[in-house]
């Protein structure tokens, strides 16, 4: 986001909307975590921003695109996790940035299975 003011300019950078982004998705009931992918995982290794990992983001001068790659809980009903997951995200970035977002695309790349592990486990 490009703003050009009477006082001057005020710019929001990808990675301030990704790390928002990313923030509400992992405060959204029924996600176990961001998913970074092989490439991601390596490219964040070398580069150090885990903070951002699973999210990408287009930002132009008032909207932005955001996809998020999730992993959700075992047992959890992933349509209405996905659908929570882009309502949440979609506020978030909306109401701190002024950016219109225009979509929030998911995809749930993996089930956390620890519950259903732990509960094998005692039996």
């Given at each position: 986001?490009?703003?050009n003011?009477?006082?001057?300019?005020?710019?929001?950078?990808d990675?301030?909307?990704a790390v928002?982004?990313?923030?509400?998705?992992?405060?959204?009931?029924?996600?176990?975590?961001m998913?970074?992918?092989?490439?991601?995982g390596?490219?964040?290794?070398v580069?150090?921003?885990s903070?951002?990992?699973?999210?990408?983001?287009?930002v132009?001068?008032?909207?932005?695109?955001?996809?998020l790659?999730?992993i959700?809980?075992?047992?959890?009903?992933?349509?209405?996790?996905a659908?929570?997951?882009?309502?949440?995200?979609?506020?978030?970035?909306?109401?701190?940035?002024?950016?219109n977002?225009?979509?929030?695309?998911?995809k749930?790349?993996?089930?956390?299975?620890?519950?259903?592990?732990?509960?094998?486990?005692?039996k």
């Amino acid at each position: 986001m490009s703003e050009n003011g009477s006082q001057g300019i005020i710019q929001i950078a990808d990675d301030v909307v990704a790390v928002i982004a990313s923030l509400a998705a992992t405060k959204t009931k029924g996600v176990a975590g961001m998913s970074g992918g092989i490439t991601e995982g390596w490219a964040k290794r070398v580069g150090g921003k885990s903070a951002t990992r699973g999210v990408s983001v287009e930002v132009g001068q008032l909207e932005a695109a955001i996809d998020l790659r999730v992993i959700v809980k075992y047992g959890e009903k992933i349509h209405e996790v996905a659908h929570q997951l882009q309502r949440d995200v979609k506020e978030a970035v909306e109401t701190m940035t002024g950016l219109n977002v225009v979509e929030v695309n998911v995809k749930v790349e993996g089930v956390e299975l620890q519950e259903v592990e732990e509960e094998d486990r005692v039996k």
